[in-house]
Each structure stands twice: as C-alpha cells, then as structure tokens.
T-cell receptor, first 121, second 110 residues
Framework: GAVVSQHPSRVICKSGTSVKIECRSLDFQATTMFWYRQFPKQSLMLMATSNEGSKATYEQGVEKDKFLINHASLTLSTLTVTSAHPEDSSFYIC?????????????????FGEGSRLTVL | GIQVEQSPPDLILQEGANSTLRCNFSDSVNNLQWFHQNPWGQLINLFYIPSGTKQNGRLSATTVATERYSLLYISSSQTTDSGVYFCAVRDLNYGQNFVFGPGTRLSVLP
C-alpha cells in the first residue's frame, strides 16, 4: 500500500510557541490530505481537508487561525498549531487518499501517517 | 451526515479465540475501510472493502452495502491483535471525507 510519513512523531513545547507538523505522501501524489485530532480513548475527529494549491476546508468548530494548514505540493501538507496552549495537547494524525476512480466517483483508499503527539507545557 | 456505529465497544479475548466486530452505517457509501490502531497510535490499513468479502491471513471482512453493515472477523487471535479497530465510511453525499465509527477496543490476553 501507499506510504504516508508524518513528522515529528512527538513534540513538547512551551505555551505560546508555534509547532509545525509535516505530512508527506512518499510514493503517490495526493491532491487532498486530511488532518485529524484524537483525544485519549476516542475516535478520530476530522479537523480540516487540505487541498493542494487552495485553501483548506475546516470543520465546524475548528479555529482556522489556530490551526494553519498549507498544502504546497502534491506530496506535502503542513499543520501549524499557532500560539499553542495546554488544551491543544493531543494526538494529531494526517491521512492522504490514493486517487482512483470508478465511473463517476473518486474511490481511493485512505492511508495514515504515524501521528504526532503534541504536549504543550 | 452519515452515522457509523460499531459493536461491541470493548472486547476481551483469550489468545486463540475468534471474534466478530460489526460496523453499521446509516446511509449509502461508496468506500469502507477497516483500520487497526496499535498501542503507539499508528493506524494500519486492514481492508478496503466497499462491498463483498476479502481475506488476509487470520483476518477477513465482509461488507453488505445494501444492508449497510460490515463485519470484521479475527480468527485465532494473538496478543498483537490488541488495540482499537475502526471502520470508516465515505458518504456519497458528503464529499471527500471519511466518517469514522467510535471503534472497538480489543484486548487479547495470553
């Protein structure tokens, strides 16, 4: 299957600093990537859909100025947590969809990065 | 939007036992995937199965799209099977995003 790499896997920062997380599709091009947040013992919550060359689409309740997403190329999307605070501590996971089509519909399989565990002190 | 349910929420097995995990969804889908999240948080693709039956070693999955459910079978379970199993579906009417179920937390005891 396709490989998605996420970096860093773990980051600890001081309150008020900004943290950047990278998500790369290593062996395929991804026009769309997704960023999720996961709280302990809960399911994945979609934060935003990252589209190459255009603005990200944020889910309701997600602050776009707090979580900056840039999808500069077909293989790289970045999530920047700006002015991080302890409540931003979480597990952040990116995913990319391999593009495939079946008739009209885009039916590509979703692949995930390793995740990034952010701890804000 | 589409609703996804998974059952059971928690499952404890003795090593060697078999189990069936279920995923129900409320609307038509064109994609369905099963994932295993290991203790380190990595999500591992198990099956891409919008319909039909697939097998991979001790694991197999069946999706009956017309009845809006999918089943994941784990046979001869091993301790390394422990973790959380998620199903995720893509709603035909909801654009590109996959909607995740709440997961089934599996513990396999030695």
């Amino acid at each position: 299957g396709a490989v998605v790499s996420q970096h860093p896997s773990r980051v600890i920062c001081k309150s008020g600093t900004s943290v950047k997380i990278e998500c790369r599709s290593l062996d395929f091009q991804a026009t769309t990537m997704f960023w999720y947040r996961q709280f302990p013992k809960q399911s994945l919550m979609l934060m935003a859909t990252s589209n190459e060359g255009s603005k990200a689409t944020y889910e309701q309740g997600v602050e776009k100025d707090k979580f900056l997403i840039n999808h500069a190329s077909l293989t790289l999307s970045t999530l920047t947590v700006t002015s991080a605070h302890p409540e931003d501590s979480s597990f952040y996971i990116c995913s990319a969809r391999e593009v495939a089509t079946s008739g009209y519909w885009n039916t590509g399989e979703l692949f995930f990065g390793e995740g990034s565990r952010l701890t804000v002190l | 939007g589409i609703q996804v349910e998974q059952s059971p929420p928690d499952l404890i097995l003795q090593e060697g036992a078999n189990s069936t995990l279920r995923c129900n969804f409320s609307d038509s889908v064109n994609n369905l995937q099963w994932f295993h999240q290991n203790p380190w948080g990595q999500l591992i693709n198990l099956f891409y199965i919008p319909s039909g039956t697939k097998q991979n070693g001790r694991l197999s999955a069946t999706t009956v799209a017309t009845e809006r459910y999918s089943l994941l079978y784990i046979s001869s379970s091993q301790t390394t099977d422990s973790g959380v199993y998620f199903c995720a579906v893509r709603d035909l009417n909801y654009g590109q995003n996959f909607v995740f179920g709440p997961g089934t937390r599996l513990s396999v005891l030695p």
